[in-house]
């Protein structure tokens, strides 16, 4: 494992202050929590926009912290979700009077640890929904999930129903339209090599020189099919497929895509990728509103990248181009 | 049966023993069907429980109770976190201003508390996870006018060990379905240490 | 080499049209050329800013063109500068009848083929001056360069100035701004893995399993050093102390820092580092006023970092906060 | 010596061939002080050129070196690319308007590609770089009524040799500083090959 790390067991510490110091007049740290939230919280009158879940995904979750964007994100350890706890310190720091909106990853931990965390808040008095994004087509069950997975589409959904918020919507207004995002939008991930957790030591799976996996899972988990490396092309036809015969996309429909890269995936590749599935989405008479290229939602040092294509209402267009001061979402 | 403060300090005391020398065992069943962190999940969990308990004057069980529920739920994590967390608080909640804990708030505490598993993690038994050991071991709570503690532990371990039969369909294990034949779930077998340590203390008491 | 490409030797095409497709309304390419230009190129009456160098940097250079910063970047073959021919398309059509500045990294080859597009353009009647930019306080010469290299450290130059040719400065104070923020920069890397040219096909160099190398070029060039691998809270402290060795850095100056990943760094890494060098400079009474940590100026694949401190004064202040609307330099 | 159009482009054909010839051995020259790829860079950009100048019609040699000097400038890539072309354009400029180059027309057009590549690679003589070469080929022109073909070659070989005993101080060679010593400069060898053509040229015309 070749890391720059101090304490395996440290880096989420470590990692937080580093942010903090990075961004001393836009973030805070809750103290003695994990959570992350924007300097100016609660905003009064605001549904407050929570997200979180475990580290390793940089800039997720903590990136999208900021105006137009989240307003806290709660940090686990790599790969695992925050407990409710956590979550819950995150709930009242944010809480505006209007209450709070969980986005959350449809993980198994994630998503019974922010229920929990949930119930403790409305406990306490405090209005609390959520939506659960799974936008994963690759498996319907996972090693870490019952359903699809939350993965990269997520941030897409971050900045939706942070733009709705930031406009002043009520926390059903909200809820709404994050329902409409989560239900628009589709992703798939492939890779061509593992990753490491600090605390593991060792990649957490194999794959030979030549193979690659499509469908793989944000902290490695099994895919679909394991084979032999082929072109990009071939690689952004067979992830763009998959999404399009899960998704009701007709002539004319317009969409955002987002080209993600897994951590240790030259940017250039993301590009070659983005030339295929613009070029297939455009063959298809599919319009394309806008295009985001780059590391969204990583797994660590893993290489590969994932493709996620959200269609577009007038709504929807609107929110995704309001504005963004989220240190990893500036527009 | 009866349970004091002291006495449910004690069936934790005896959780976390059983947990602790079966640390090993509980990852090694995790990492057969799931991510190899029960036992290491369970070992932190209770440990901090037991330090906490240990560490401060209790005037009711509830509270008790209550302080190991907030401590599961922020120590154990994953998934069972805020499984066995959501258990206990609801037990609390339930046995609130009841001291000592009678048989009967036992098993009304006892009633909630799975209610609280089942509706957290959308789980209904036969789905391979603790809901099996928790269902009976509720049932047997439910159906009996004077709790015999042998037969406590007896359920539980039957029980646990049926999980092995069962294909799973929640949770981590069920990615691994077929698979997950002839492999005790863990979030079973550590329930089963917690009713086993339950009967223990019953035994100790009766 | 695992890689998600077509041909190797059609990577910079192939990614040239992925950006494009990704930013039709930001940029164009120059027909013919490896040359991308903001979408309204010529500005008329602004200074035309031209940079570029080889790919394989992304997002630098073309990330860096839009409004507020370059009008225009040339793409090499991956490590290669490009050629006279395309760098002088380029200046031609940036320029917006005030003339056109250059800001080049100093490696040989670049400034060689920079300077003879110069003299091209110059010879056609366009006004055209210059920058190089040696940030890299490593080492003295390189296997690439007569002089120091220019690394990170060029895209804090490329924001500074382009905001200063922005606002309308004659070529003359864009020339001004860029010496001094040329001036005021230093930088330097590390790495813990080699990177791949595609058309190559293998690593560059070996680094044993436990060893890292300090002073590494962004190119894979040899650096300072190489040692095993030390902690993070080492690591950043050696590279701030090598910056500071070679700055004249009073108590109470102000500086930008820039934690900037090589390629395949989890973002995780380059906050842990951020945390210690924040640290550092604040015990020494150096007051932080802006921090960048991200991937800015890459190596392909290359697991590493580097670190730049920018000494600032009011201008360079105003100048670093002007707005950009560069695909990867937004603010 | 004379040079008319067809002269120039068999100048140019014969550097071509010399240099295919020698594209590994050029390679290996760069790979011991260098980053491997002067003879790639060198049998790429010559190729274009003779390409170039075979398929159009030229009035005068200063067009036929100008388009040389682009077409390096655009194929060659690297140092030694913007380094030949500023050399042959300069070449080009100088003898504008003069057709055929006689000895003097030569010698100038030298003396201006000479001073090109110093200026282009602020390089001056005795830091290991073709510098090394064309210097003591132009101080030959300069110093001969009578140009000799077999002289311009010995003249730029015995430079070319000479190189090995020279420390590198610019371009890439310089890296590796006291380690250049031995090897002959990639770039050094390449022009030597240039005027070796040169010479066959001339000897074929006079
Ligand atoms: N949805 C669920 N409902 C009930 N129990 C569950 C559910 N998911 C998991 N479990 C229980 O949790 C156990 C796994 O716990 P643990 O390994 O600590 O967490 P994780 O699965 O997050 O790694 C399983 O063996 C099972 O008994
Ligand atoms: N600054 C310079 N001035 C003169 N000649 C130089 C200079 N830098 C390099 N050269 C010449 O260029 C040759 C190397 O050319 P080449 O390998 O094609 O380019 P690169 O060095 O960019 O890989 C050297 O052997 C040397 O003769
Ligand atoms: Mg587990
Ligand atoms: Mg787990
Ligand atoms: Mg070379
Ligand atoms: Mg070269």
């Not at chain 1, 317009?254 to 951590?263: C, F, K, R, S, T």
């Not at chain 1, 250039?268 to 290229?293: A, D, P, R, S």
Request: proline residues 3%; charged residues 25%; hydrophobic residues 40%.
């Amino acid at each position: 494992m070749k890391k720059i790390i101090n304490d395996p067991n440290q880096v989420v510490q470590d990692m937080i202050e580093g942010m903090i110091a990075a961004y001393p007049n836009e973030l805070k740290q809750i103290s003695g929590t994990t959570a992350i939230t924007r300097s100016e919280a609660p905003v009064q009158g605001k549904v407050g926009l929570v997200s979180g879940g475990g580290s390793g995904h940089e800039p997720a979750h903590a990136g999208y912290v900021g105006k137009g964007m989240l307003d806290a994100a709660v940090l686990g350890e790599v790969f695992t979700s925050p407990t409710p706890d956590q979550i819950y310190e995150a709930i009242k720091a944010v809480d505006g009077g209007n209450g709070v909106f969980l986005i959350i990853k449809n993980y198994t931990g994630d998503v019974l640890n922010f229920e929990m965390a949930m119930e403790l808040a409305e406990a306490d008095g405090i209005q609390v929904d959520k939506v659960i994004v799974n936008d994963d087509v690759a498996v319907e069950d996972s090693s870490f999930t019952i359903g699809r997975r939350g993965i990269a589409g997520t941030v897409l959904v971050h900045k939706i129903v942070g733009a709705k918020a930031e406009h002043g919507a009520t926390l059903e207004e909200v809820k709404t339209v994050a329902e409409k995002a989560a239900g628009n939008i589709r992703s798939i991930g492939m890779a061509l090599t593992p990753c490491t957790v600090p605390a593991a030591g060792k990649p957490s799976f194999q794959l030979a020189e030549d193979e690659m996996e499509i469908g793989i899972g944000i902290h490695g988990e099994a895919g679909i099919e394991r084979k032999p490396i082929t072109t990009a092309d071939e690689i952004a036809s067979e992830l763009t497929e998959k999404i399009l015969a899960d998704m009701n996309l007709n002539n004319n429909e317009e969409v955002a895509i987002m080209v993600n890269g897994l951590g240790a995936t030259p940017e250039m590749e993301l590009y070659i990728i983005n030339k295929k599935v613009n070029q297939l989405l455009t063959e298809k008479g599919i319009q394309i509103y806008k295009t985001f290229v780059g590391e969204y939602m990583t797994a660590l040092e893993m290489t590969g990248c994932s493709v996620t294509l959200l269609k577009l209402d007038d709504e929807l267009k609107e929110l995704l181009n309001a504005k963004s001061e989220a240190p990893a979402f500036r527009n | 049966m009866e349970l004091q403060v002291e006495d449910t300090i004690q069936w934790l005391e005896k959780s976390n023993e059983k947990i602790q020398q079966n640390k090993d065992y509980l990852t090694a069943l995790d990492q057969a069907i799931g991510d190899s962190d029960h036992g290491i999940n369970m070992s932190r969990g209770f440990q901090e429980v037991v330090n906490q308990v240990k560490s401060k004057q209790y005037d009711t069980v509830s509270d008790v109770l209550k302080d190991t529920a907030m401590t599961l739920m922020s120590k154990v994590g994953g998934a069972s976190g805020p499984l066995f967390g959501t258990a206990f608080l609801r037990f609390s909640m339930r046995v609130k201003g009841i001291d000592p804990i009678s048989q009967d708030a036992f098993t009304k505490g006892m009633e909630d508390a799975l209610a609280g598993i089942i509706q957290r993690g959308k789980a209904a038994t036969g789905e391979k996870t603790m809901v099996d050991v928790w269902s009976p071991v509720v049932d047997y709570f439910k159906g009996t006018t004077i709790v015999q503690a042998d037969e406590v532990a007896q359920t539980a371990k039957k029980a646990m060990e049926q999980t092995k039969e069962i294909t799973a369909t929640k949770g981590r294990a069920s990615y691994f379905k077929e698979k997950s034949i002839g492999h005790i779930d863990p979030g079973a077998a550590s329930s089963f240490y917690i009713f086993e340590a339950l009967s223990e203390v019953i035994k100790g008491e009766g």
